[in-house]
């Protein structure tokens, strides 16, 4: 059973920097790998997404401040977050899809204080 396990989630202040991580817990080969948060009471939307082959995308809200990557042979997936602002606090999700399926991460909390 595939499992994806997210790390890098904190509390910190306006302006400052944290890196998410997730790695799934096999060797299988995923299409897109992305991010995605849900903010208190919000709906979950996507953050950053990223094809095998490395073309990206990203939410307006954190074009410019926010990058993903990706390691294929670790099957590991990254989002560095820099000047983070409150607005960003949420939990955020990884999500990784396969021609048949998505999975996704149990969520590791980022709070940013103003």
């Known amino acids: 059973q595939v499992q994806l396990v997210e790390s890098g989630g904190g509390l910190v202040q306006a302006g400052g920097s944290l890196r998410l991580s997730c790695a799934a817990s096999?060797?299988?080969?995923?299409?897109?790998m992305g991010w995605y948060r849900q903010p208190p009471g919000k709906q979950r939307d996507l953050v950053a997404r990223?094809?095998?082959?490395?073309?990206?995308n990203y939410a307006d809200s954190v074009k410019g401040r926010f990058t993903i990557s990706r390691d294929n042979a670790k099957n590991t997936v990254y989002l560095q977050m820099n000047s983070l602002k409150p607005e960003d606090t949420a939990v955020y999700y990884c999500?990784?899809?396969?021609?048949?399926?998505?999975?996704w991460g149990q969520g590791t909390q980022v709070t940013v204080s103003s």
């Open positions: 990223i094809t095998r082959g490395g073309s990206t």
């Open positions: 999500n990784a899809v396969t021609k048949v399926k998505a999975y």
């Open positions: 096999v060797l299988f080969s995923f299409n897109d």
